[in-house]
């Protein structure tokens, strides 16, 4: 027995025996925030893989030949995706096809003109006040030759479609939606606000930098000419994934068709070859719809870099996300082949 216990009168309790705290005032402060950190990050993945909650439906349609029931297929996939008259009639449709660079002994580098002429039938079959066609072809300044080598000419003229050249339109700016090219405006042409809906009408193809060039990469021919250049060049320099992603988010196009009845592959956009899938894709979310197309090419799409970026913010990528309508997938993937260049191999895995 020590002193203090000697001292201590018999009837006081004995003291308690000291015992160190088990983490200090400041390592309770250090974990807690290191838990809410930890929570934090940890529901910030759940956050992406969910990709923030967004949807999309994606229409996949069989279309064996440009002879195929086009305009039937496309009614039937406006209307699994609840897009009918109602949405339609009175509006005016601004269809956007692709034609960098039209060139009659190569119909596969842009949009079918009997994919234009079946969209065009559609929009008028469901009420549309005006149906235009617009582009602005990122090699070619004569609109008339654009018209005469992609053979749109004599089907406009027959079907009374007006054509509008968005290399040398009007323009006005518009704040850049995200301006990850670092520049603050965009200057569209001033059609594109004059439509109710814009469709993006793009053709499927691999392309020898982007990966791929679906409906999100054919607005790069809604930049005029006349202010960025040919082929488009101030967005080139900007960073092409960049500047798709700030298109498609300035834009906001409401439709996106793909014609993949007979896309490219290898060395795209245009010195590719021809490749049938016999596939028509519709969607109301461009990036649902590139998604959707690049599977059916037999790419992942998240290793597509401007469709990886995209994810989430624009819209979503990964299969669980997207609902599928019309034809299953799986079936359908008809591998594309892309140029051989170190660059692209991740996108094979």
């Known amino acids: 027995m020590g002193p203090a216990e000697r001292d201590r009168p018999a009837d006081e309790p004995a003291p ?5 705290p088990l983490l200090s005032r400041r390592a309770w402060l250090l974990l807690g925030a290191n838990v809410l ?47 009918g008259a109602q949405a339609v009639r009175g509006r005016t449709v601004l269809l956007k096809p692709n034609l960098v660079e039209p060139n009659r002994s190569a119909p596969h580098v842009n949009t079918h003109p009997l994919v234009v002429q079946a969209a065009a039938e559609v929009f008028r079959r469901l009420g549309a006040r005006e149906v235009w066609v617009a582009e602005g072809p990122g090699h070619m300044r004569d609109t008339e030759l654009v018209l005469e080598e992609s053979g749109l000419g004599p089907l406009l003229e027959a079907e009374r479609l007006p054509f509008y050249d968005l290399n040398h339109e009007d323009t006005a700016p518009v704040p850049n939606a995200l301006g990850l090219t ?4 965009l200057h569209l042409p001033r059609v594109l606000a004059r439509a109710d809906l814009v469709v993006s009408l793009a053709k499927m193809k691999t392309h020898h930098w982007a990966g791929l060039t679906l409906s999100m990469k054919n607005l790069f021919g809604v930049v005029p000419g006349v202010a960025y250049g040919w082929p488009k060049n101030v967005l080139h ?3 092409i994934g960049s500047s798709i ?6 834009v906001r196009p409401h ?41 059916l090419m037999g790419f992942e799409p998240r290793r597509v870099p401007y469709l990886a970026a995209a994810a989430g913010k624009l819209g979503p990528v990964r ?19 892309i140029v051989d260049h170190p660059s692209l191999r991740h996108l094979r895995g």
């Open 245 to 250: 992603l700030d298109l498609t988010a300035t």
């Open 182 to 185: 670092g520049l603050s405006q």
């Open 16 to 20: 308690s025996p000291e015992r160190p």
């Open 255 to 295: 439709l996106a068709i793909v014609d993949g009845i007979v896309g490219m592959e290898g060395d795209g956009p245009i010195m590719g070859t021809p490749k049938a899938a016999g596939l028509l894709v519709v969607g109301r979310n461009p990036v649902a719809v590139d998604a959707t197309c690049a599977r």
């Open 37 to 83: 950190v930890g929570g934090g990050y940890a529901a910030k993945l759940l956050w992406d893989r969910h990709e923030r909650g967004r949807r999309a439906e994606v229409f996949v349609g069989r279309v064996p030949s440009y002879t195929g029931p086009i305009a039937d297929t496309l009614l039937r996939g406006l209307a699994s995706l609840g897009v």
């Open 237 to 239: 320099q900007r960073g």
């Open 319 to 337: 299969e669980g996300n997207i609902a599928q309508r019309g034809e299953s997938i799986a079936p359908l993937v008809t591998p594309f082949t």
